[in-house]
């Protein structure tokens, strides 16, 4: 009796002992990432009559997060030399001296040129990009309210999301698994690992070393970081707008809207998490902070079904072509958006 007693308290002992080495693996975990790019600091530099953040620029860029539009406008208001649809594969490229990109006198880690990296954290941190040791770095990147991004036309060019939403990976805190490093591996969203607490700090703790995050929310607003922070000539922007597909909005009656935005809780807390960094980057640089308010389509099912317009409707009035997506969402087996 004596010696099954204390082979039970062994046991015990063990697996508490296991349950600790867990919770500190995560610990630490989360403590290296709070760590990437340690020491990091802003470095201006006096360029003619503006005055700007000084390094290569990185734009961290999450799908239909208008990352293209963004870099358009640094090339042709901020003469930066850019490069669109890198990976991470490419910067290691470059760090082996190994380029594998060539045009506009781009150079990866030269002051002034501006990096689209649209790719995810899953097997690189930020400390891949030479943060460190003084070096000057730019880093920006965009936020957009997860649900509303999924209600888009581009959302409901993904044939995943077509065939139906909340069977689709891509309605699951797209941008978060981003920063996470925390990727779905299938189309299916109930076989996605689930997104934790310890995985949103993670994220918050990338986005903590941005010098620049715009919200595509509030874009006009935000883009002004754009000039007081990266010396655009111009930084007059229209609001942002977009168009919503019945064809998604339709799918959901009041109970699984209310799942939807349940799936992206986290998700939700990570893009007012970046809101509030970016407007105190207003406060901080003398800007107007807009007033908040809830966009439209997200006040009630009922708003995003009246704001809705079918998709053949909005494909005959638009100039890009309907057969076509430009992006390709960070999830699932497909991993063709790699292409």
């Keep these: 009796m004596l010696v099954r007693l204390q082979t039970v308290v062994a046991f015990l002992l063990l697996s508490n002992a296991a349950c600790l080495l867990v919770g500190r693996g995560r610990e630490h975990i989360t403590n290296d990432t709070r760590q990437e790019c340690g020491g990091k600091t802003k470095q201006w530099i006096q360029d003619g009559d503006v005055r700007r953040l000084e390094g290569p620029a990185f734009f961290f860029h999450v799908q239909h997060h208008n990352g293209r ?24 490229a470059e760090k082996n001296a190994e380029p594998n990109y060539v045009g506009d006198g781009y ?76 990727v779905c591996k299938s189309q299916d969203p109930e076989t996605c690992e689930e997104l ?34 990266l010396g655009w000539a111009n930084c007059d ?3 942002h707008r977009d168009t919503y597909m019945s064809e998604i909005v339709n799918q959901f009656d009041e109970e699984s809207w209310g799942q939807l935005f349940e799936r992206n809780r986290l998700g939700i807390e990570f ?40 998709f053949v409707a909005w494909s005959h009035q638009s100039r890009l072509n309907a ?10 087996s497909d991993q063709s958006w790699l292409a």
């Design 323 to 332: 057969t076509r997506s430009s992006t390709h969402w960070q999830c699932g």
């Design 107 to 182: 150079q990866m880690f030269q002051d002034k040129s501006w990096t689209d990296l649209e790719d995810t954290f899953e097997t690189h941190t930020l400390n891949d990009l030479g943060c460190g040791h003084g070096a000057p770095r730019v880093f920006i990147t965009s936020a957009r309210h997860p649900v509303e991004n999924l209600l888009s036309h581009e959302a409901y060019s993904q044939g995943n999301i077509k065939s139906g939403l909340m069977r689709a990976c891509e309605s699951d805190n797209l941008a978060l698994r981003a920063f996470a490093g925390k």
């Design 271 to 310: 893009y007012e998490y970046m809101k509030q960094l970016s407007f105190e980057m207003l406060g901080e640089d003398g800007l107007d902070v807009p007033s908040q308010s809830v966009l439209p389509v997200l006040k009630s099912l009922q708003h995003a079904k009246a704001l809705a317009v079918p």
């Design 69 to 92: 539009g963004i870099a358009s406008r640094a090339r042709s208001k901020g003469g930066y030399h850019t490069r669109l649809m890198t990976r991470w594969s490419d910067v290691d």
């Design 196 to 229: 934790t607490r310890d995985d949103l700090e993670v994220a918050k703790a990338r986005v903590r070393q941005m010098d620049v995050i715009f919200i595509l929310e509030y874009f006009p607003a935000t883009m002004r970081l754009a000039c007081t922070r």
């Design 237 to 239: 922007e229209d609001p």
